[in-house]
């Protein structure tokens, strides 16, 4: 059975997809995730019985107004005044996940011990793309100081690691 967060996120798709505004919503919905709105101490403030609805319902207004789309803001609205605001994060992933599963998005990982040049970064890149053809890929390139050298690129929890660190471990196991 499908949680909470799972039914409130795939009502909003279903609303979102029959307004034709699920690729906005994913969008804005990817910048909530990364900002502050889904963080613990504000999600306990949307959540906190000591603050009223309408003072809730202004400040978002307010903060969100011109920001994101009206569906969305509506949604955040209802969700906070159903006392779920604490459940947020988790439905603004399963919002991404099932946006994802219905568009053919797979994200990719690339993990890199410093900062690739370009040409090193559409090599990899590639790569990847030839093995998963039929997705539309969205690349994350973070540089990860411990990995020595090299690279892992990760999606779908699947792994291939390139890095020193990652030989050196295989090396390891081999000799021991």
Known sequence: MKGLSYQYSNSLLSLANKDNKSEVLYSEIESLLNSEFTSKSYLNFLSSPVVGYSDKESHLTNLL?????????????????????????QMFESYMKSFEEIKMIKRVDIFTAHQLSNSALTLIKDSVVAKLKSYQLRFNVVVDCSLIGGYIVSWDGKQLDCSVKGSLSRLKSFVA
């Open 65 to 89: 107004k011109s920001r994101i789309d009206d569906l969305l803001l509506k949604f955040i609205l209802v969700v906070v005044k159903s006392k779920r605001a604490i459940y947020f994060k």
